[in-house]
């Protein structure tokens, strides 16, 4: 069996540290760019992501989700961290489509990734509005249940039940490999 990129990173391998960068350095400085004021924050916080990529690359487990899933977490949760530290909040600012297509596309050597991105946020896209504000909230933003009831004035467990219909929504359309006509069309 091929080992993954990140599991050769773990085992101390040289070439595949590269590899990561060349694969997903567009998914990364998509993240890092979305969450900074500046191209210059984005570049500092892009080598932050890298560095704790690199320390935790051993807790990677391919049954679990993908590189490109396991990255992005982290990426995420780093941008939070700097954020949480320059006593910053993420926007809660309702769902904004174009800055999620801008992600899935500035990435246009990830193919793959880039695509299915742009099928998750399709997905996303035909949600309600209320599952919009909370999915991106609590996903892209990483606010806890607790801080998005606060935020929107929802009762806590509203939040939990739009969470978690909406990820089970964007999981179904997903897994039925919608094309993005499908994704479109439907409502």
């Known amino acids: ?7 050769r990173i773990a085992s ?5 540290v590269a590899q990561c960068l060349d694969r997903y350095g567009g998914l990364v400085w998509s993240v890092a760019r979305s969450w900074s004021d500046n191209a210059a ?8 992501i890298f560095i704790a990529l690199w320390k935790s690359a051993a807790r990677y487990n ?18 939070i961290d700097r954020l949480r530290s320059k006593g910053r909040r993420p926007s809660t600012e309702e769902f904004d489509e174009s800055v999620m297509f801008e992600l899935a596309d500035s990435a246009p050597d990830q193919g793959m990734v880039a695509a299915e991105a742009a099928i998750a946020v399709r997905a996303v896209a035909q949600l309600e509005a209320g599952q919009q504000q909370v999915l991106m909230m609590g996903v892209v933003q990483g606010m806890t249940h607790s801080e998005i009831a606060t935020v929107t004035g929802k009762p806590l467990g509203t939040v939990k039940t739009q969470l978690r219909r909406g990820l089970i929504r964007v999981r ?3 897994e039925q490999g ?10």
Not at 41 to 48: I, L, R, S, V
Not at 178 to 187: C, F, N
């Open 1 to 7: 069996m091929n080992e993954s990129i990140l599991e």
């Open 41 to 48: 924050d984005a570049e500092d916080a892009t080598q932050e």
């Open 62 to 79: 391919p049954s679990v989700g993908s590189e490109a899933v396991f990255i992005s977490t982290i990426a995420r949760r780093r941008m």
């Open 178 to 187: 919608a094309d993005s006509a499908d994704l479109k069309g439907a409502d």
């Open 172 to 174: 179904e359309l997903i």
């Open 12 to 16: 101390g391998d040289q070439a595949a």
